[in-house]
Nanobody, 121 residues
Framework: QVHLEDSGGGWVQAGGSLRLTCMPS????????KGWFRQATGKERELVAV???????DYADSVQGRFTISRDNAKNTVYLQMNSLKPEDTAVYFC???????????????WGQGTEVIVSS
């Protein structure tokens, strides 16, 4: 199993940027598909971005063009660059890894503890 530590959240004004980082805290498999979920208060956890070990990416429509996911396979580290942040991006963001695919929470093999992002109006 992959054990993940996510960080980089904070409090920013609308239009600002943050960079989230997800690092392994234990052994990991380079072939894992990794991504980011977020969960706002009172809402379901939703998939935001995914990156494969080969670098293929996918994004939720709500963040397309504003967020960029990337990974450093040598470090088994995943990043989420978040630009042009909006108040509706406010949520706890969770790094996640899957064995084969990552489309929903049911696919997740290991979670990060969550890092909070607050975007003020």
């Amino acid at each position: 199993q992959v054990h993940l530590e996510d960080s980089g959240g904070g409090w920013v004004q609308a239009g600002g940027s943050l960079r989230l980082t997800c690092m392994p805290s234990g052994d990991t498999f380079s072939g894992y598909v990794k991504g980011w979920f977020r969960q706002a208060t009172g809402k379901e956890r939703e998939l935001v971005a995914v990156v494969t070990s080969g670098g293929t990416t996918d994004y939720a429509d709500s963040v397309q063009g504003r967020f960029t996911i990337s990974r450093d396979n040598a470090k088994n580290t995943v990043y989420l660059q978040m630009n042009s942040l909006k108040p509706e991006d406010t949520a706890v963001y969770f790094c996640a890894a899957s064995l084969i695919k990552l489309q929903g929470p049911e696919d997740v093999a290991e979670w990060g503890q969550g890092t909070e992002v607050i975007v003020s109006s």
